[in-house]
Nanobody
Framework: QVQLVESGGGLVQAGGSLRLSCAAS??????YGWFRQAPGKEREFVAATSWIDGTTSYTDSVRGRFTISRDNAKNTVYLQMNSLKPEDTAVYYCAVRILKQFTTRQNDYDYWGQGTQVTVSS
């Protein structure tokens, strides 16, 4: 049974940092991604990493501020978020993909976590 357990969300002031964690169980996956949904907006891609070759991708608005990384032994992926801005406020979701092709399209991901709230105050 696949489970994705996210943690690390919270309230932080603009300019601060948070680290999100996503612990996967049941099996390993080819791609681990982070997505977010702000109030009144569609869910969007944030970052992804390939378990196979380490490829990473970021959406333009977070590149240089966020870093996705993984701990293979723990089957856990992290999202280090620095220099947070109020517009980063959203529910952040971890998602995983079984097939090998690296993708950032959310419809291509097979399992999703429950989401963790990140709120950045100005």
């Amino acid at each position: 049974q696949v489970q994705l357990v996210e943690s690390g969300g919270g309230l932080v002031q603009a300019g601060g940092s948070l680290r999100l964690s996503c612990a996967a169980s049941g099996r390993t996956f080819s791609t681990y991604g982070w997505f977010r949904q702000a109030p009144g907006k569609e869910r969007e891609f944030v970052a992804a990493t390939s378990w196979i070759d380490g490829t990473t991708s970021y959406t333009d608005s977070v590149r240089g501020r966020f870093t996705i990384s993984r701990d293979n032994a723990k089957n856990t992926v992290y999202l280090q978020m620095n220099s947070l801005k109020p517009e980063d406020t959203a529910v952040y979701y971890c998602a995983v993909r079984i097939l090998k092709q690296f993708t950032t399209r959310q419809n291509d991901y097979d399992y999703w976590g429950q989401g963790t709230q990140v709120t950045v105050s100005s």
